[in-house]
């Protein structure tokens, strides 16, 4: 049983990254005792088993020269052999000069394992290397890596648990150096070669200054390509097929009603100035199928579209790596973005997708998070359509606002919560434009799977809404929660029914705020609440289903107590 796994290598050889690659988000410092050389620990699960992770200060040997190879060599020695593995990192561009402290290893009966890494480096600098040549050389399982990508990773894990200590004979400083040149001679090829584009577009979008750039450019892209996809469709197929096919149809029909009672009210809804208005009348047979199909189908198949382009040219994991220290600090990793950016489309598959999260812990900060500030594609057409007339100010003051508190509620959470949270292991694949016929069929799944799931919500609350109207039983809910809506948020208190049926719909909830005369302060302070409160009823039942009633409970309490405090601030701070 493998009670401890030692990092060691070089200085500059990618330690480091190995290591967060290796143990997650929680990590340990400690320093040496008697000395102020640190050294980080953190855990791995290898099989079933949780395992110590010990990141050593960087040695060139086993000879200590500096007070850091001190503390790696009394660390090393301090371990019991038999119960400990030894990964050694290895510059992949540097291979002789890093085979020194290999041997060294190996010769003192250490249960060794090589991570060559910055293998992706030493390909573009035409450095080949044959790693089943080496490693039948050394006697020992040798994985070529990229630690900052995850390419190799998983195999260095899975291979972990094939160690078994062995020994050479041991060498002198010498005879060490020339077993090198051997080795090196028999594994190692120099080739010239040139940077494919494709080569310095990957490398490119994954370091921090040029991949930050290439991030913000692209999601800008990304977002302006969805609203001209989406008004597109709107303008020239949804909005004519409803205003000039549909309504006619069912503007016969409700003249044809002779009694307009509870069925005229249910299917046809209110009559806007003797008129039917496709979003303020709630009629089943009108807001609703408006709603779904005419505003909020169309921006879904371009978000839909344009996400599934990212995932397939190979984006998206890329754009994972960029985020990863940054969502560290939320306690998650930097596969999340993508459970967040599917949140984006619908936080029903959203929340699903935070199943790939490899701990409790992780899947209830993502599930928190993207309930809270992540608003679906349904939700922020209408905040456009809501607040857009207004300027961009107040509609860019949303997302800040989201934004704002997904930082900070994140970093709460990891704080305060307890658990654990690995790492997870994401391979990237090259760049490659997708085959349009895959794309198509993904397409076609996404948008069938958003209809299934939300047509039958968008009906029954409609209808229940309806219903509830139509009886008054608002104006009691109304008349309690009135002294909050209004002393607090300041908002009136005809808000309170759309706020209410925001656990219903929320698109819908915000759709009920235009014929209530808000004044733009009034409007942003409503959306931003139906966006950070209570989740849409579908999403609350996937909620249930994924953390468990205890865990659903602590989110709500999260989302509530969150509602409260940033519905007061932007009411007393925001002066018009």
């Not at 199928?289 to 040219?313: A, H, K, T």
């Not at 619908?346 to 599930?367: D, M, Q, W, Y």
């Not at 309930?371 to 905040?383: E, F, T």
């Not at 107040?394 to 307890?418: A, D, P």
């Given at each position: 049983m493998?009670?401890?796994?030692?990092?060691?290598?070089?200085p500059?050889?990618?330690?480091?990254?190995?290591?967060?690659?290796l143990?997650g988000?929680?990590?340990?410092?400690?320093?040496?005792?008697?000395?102020?050389?640190?050294?980080?620990?953190?855990?791995?699960?290898?099989?079933?088993?949780?395992?110590?992770?010990?990141?050593?200060?960087?040695?060139?040997s086993?000879?200590?020269?500096?007070?850091?190879?001190?503390?790696?060599?009394?660390?090393?020695?301090?371990?019991?052999?038999?119960?400990?593995?030894?990964?050694?990192?290895?510059?992949?561009?540097?291979?002789?000069?890093?085979?020194?402290?290999?041997?060294?290893?190996?010769?003192?009966?250490?249960?060794?394992?090589?991570?060559?890494?910055?293998?992706?480096?030493?390909?573009?600098?035409?450095?080949?290397?044959?790693?089943?040549?080496?490693?039948?050389?050394?006697?020992?399982?040798?994985?070529?890596?990229?630690?900052?990508?995850?390419?190799?990773?998983?195999?260095?894990?899975?291979?972990?648990?094939?160690?078994?200590?062995?020994?050479?004979?041991k060498?002198?400083?010498?005879?060490?150096?020339?077993?090198?040149?051997k080795?090196?001679?028999?594994?190692?090829?120099?080739?010239?070669?040139?940077h494919?584009?494709?080569?310095?577009?990957?490398?490119?979008?994954?370091?921090?200054?040029?991949?930050?750039?290439?991030?913000?450019?692209?999601?800008?892209?990304?977002?302006?390509?969805?609203?001209?996809?989406?008004?597109?469709?709107?303008?020239?197929?949804?909005?004519?097929?409803?205003?000039?096919?549909?309504?006619?149809?069912?503007?016969?029909?409700?003249?044809?009603?002779?009694?307009?009672?509870?069925?005229?009210?249910?299917?046809?809804?209110?009559?806007?100035?003797?008129?039917?208005?496709?979003?303020?009348?709630?009629?089943?047979?009108?807001?609703?199928?408006?709603?779904?199909?005419?505003?909020?189908?169309?921006?879904?198949?371009?978000?839909?579209?344009?996400?599934?382009?990212?995932?397939?040219?190979?984006?998206?994991?890329?754009?994972?790596?960029?985020?990863?220290?940054?969502?560290h600090?939320?306690?998650?990793?930097?596969?999340?973005?993508?459970p967040?950016?599917?949140?984006?489309?619908?936080?029903?598959?959203?929340?699903?997708?935070?199943?790939?999260?490899?701990?409790?812990?992780?899947?209830?900060?993502?599930?928190?998070?993207i309930?809270?500030?992540?608003?679906?594609?349904?939700?922020?057409?209408?905040?456009f359509?809501?607040?857009?007339?207004?300027?961009?100010?107040?509609?860019?003051?949303?997302?800040?606002?989201?934004?704002?508190?997904?930082?900070?509620?994140?970093?709460?959470?990891?704080?305060?919560?307890?658990?654990?949270?690995?790492?997870?292991?994401?391979?990237?694949?090259?760049?490659?434009?997708?085959?349009?016929?895959?794309?198509?069929?993904?397409?076609?799944?996404?948008?069938?799977?958003?209809?299934?799931?939300?047509?039958?919500?968008?009906?029954?609350?409609?209808?229940?809404?309806?219903?509830?109207?139509?009886f008054?039983?608002?104006?009691?809910?109304?008349?309690?929660?009135?002294?909050?809506?209004?002393?607090?948020?300041?908002?009136?208190?005809?808000?309170?029914?759309?706020?209410?049926?925001?656990?219903?719909?929320?698109?819908?909830?915000?759709?009920?705020?235009?014929?209530?005369?808000?004044?733009?302060?009034?409007?942003?302070?409503?959306?931003?609440?139906?966006?950070?409160?209570?989740?849409?009823?579908?999403?609350?039942?996937?909620?249930?289903?994924?953390?468990?009633?205890?865990?659903?409970?602590?989110?709500?309490?999260?989302?509530?107590?969150?509602?409260?405090?940033?519905?007061?601030?932007?009411?007393?701070?925001?002066?018009?």
């Open positions: 493998i009670k401890k796994i030692f990092l060691i290598g070089n500059n050889v990618g330690k480091s990254v190995v290591f967060s690659r143990t988000v929680q990590v340990f410092s400690s320093n040496y005792p008697g000395t102020t050389v640190g050294f980080a620990k953190g855990y791995l699960m290898v099989g079933n088993e949780k395992v110590e992770v010990v990141d050593l200060p960087g040695t060139y086993l000879e200590p020269s500096t007070k850091a190879e001190e503390v790696a060599t009394s660390l090393l020695r301090e371990s019991v052999k038999e119960e400990s593995v030894i990964i050694n990192i290895i510059d992949a561009t540097n291979l002789e000069r890093n085979l020194f402290l290999t041997l060294q290893l190996i010769e003192e009966g250490y249960s060794v394992v090589i991570c060559l890494n910055m293998c992706d480096d030493a390909a573009h600098r035409g450095v080949d290397i044959n790693t089943s040549s080496l490693e039948n050389i050394l006697g020992v399982p040798v994985i070529s890596t990229c630690a900052v990508t995850g390419v190799g990773i998983k195999l260095l894990i899975e291979r972990i648990k094939e160690v078994t200590p062995g020994a050479k004979n060498l002198g400083h010498q005879e060490r150096w020339v077993e090198i040149g080795i090196i001679e028999s594994v190692q090829k120099l080739n010239h070669r040139h494919t584009f494709r080569e310095l577009l990957e490398d490119a979008s994954v370091r921090p200054l040029s991949g930050l750039l290439m991030s913000i450019a692209v999601i800008y892209a990304s977002f302006k390509v969805v609203r001209f996809i989406g008004e597109n469709i709107i303008t020239k197929i949804t909005d004519p097929i409803f205003f000039d096919l549909y309504r006619p149809l069912l503007e016969r029909l409700s003249s044809s009603w002779q009694e307009k009672g509870f069925w005229f009210h249910l299917l046809i809804g209110d009559l806007i100035n003797g008129k039917i208005d496709f979003k303020q009348s709630l009629g089943v047979l009108t807001t609703a199928p408006y709603i779904e199909f005419g505003m909020v189908l169309p921006y879904v198949i371009s978000f839909y579209f344009v996400l599934s382009l990212l995932e397939d040219i190979g984006y998206l994991p890329r754009l994972a790596i960029l985020l990863d220290n940054l969502l600090r939320l306690g998650l990793h930097g596969f999340a973005i993508i967040v950016l599917l949140g984006f489309g619908c936080n029903v598959p959203g929340i699903l997708a935070t199943r790939a999260l490899e701990s409790k812990r992780e899947r209830f900060i993502a599930s928190t998070l309930s809270i500030g992540v608003p679906c594609v349904p939700l922020q057409a209408m905040i359509g809501l607040l857009g007339a207004f300027g961009g100010f107040y509609v860019g003051g949303v997302y800040l606002v989201l934004f704002s508190l997904l930082l900070i509620i994140g970093v709460i959470m990891n704080r305060t919560l307890k658990g654990y949270s690995p790492e997870f292991l994401l391979e990237i694949p090259p760049y490659r434009f997708p085959p349009l016929a895959v794309l198509g069929k993904k397409l076609y799944f996404r948008i069938r799977g958003f209809i299934i799931e939300a047509v039958p919500i968008v009906l029954i609350g409609v209808a229940v809404i309806n219903i509830l109207i139509y008054r039983l608002f104006d009691f809910i109304t008349s309690i929660s009135a002294p909050v809506i209004k002393g607090l948020f300041g908002l009136p208190k005809e808000a309170v029914v759309a706020l209410v049926i925001g656990f219903f719909r929320k698109d819908v909830a915000v759709g009920m705020l235009m014929p209530l005369g808000l004044s733009a302060k009034q409007l942003f302070i409503s959306a931003t609440l139906l966006a950070i409160s209570f989740p849409c009823i579908a999403t609350f039942v996937v909620l249930l289903k994924e953390l468990g009633v205890r865990d659903l409970i602590k989110s709500t309490l999260i989302m509530v107590f969150t509602s409260l405090i940033i519905g007061t601030l932007l009411n007393f701070a925001i002066i018009r």
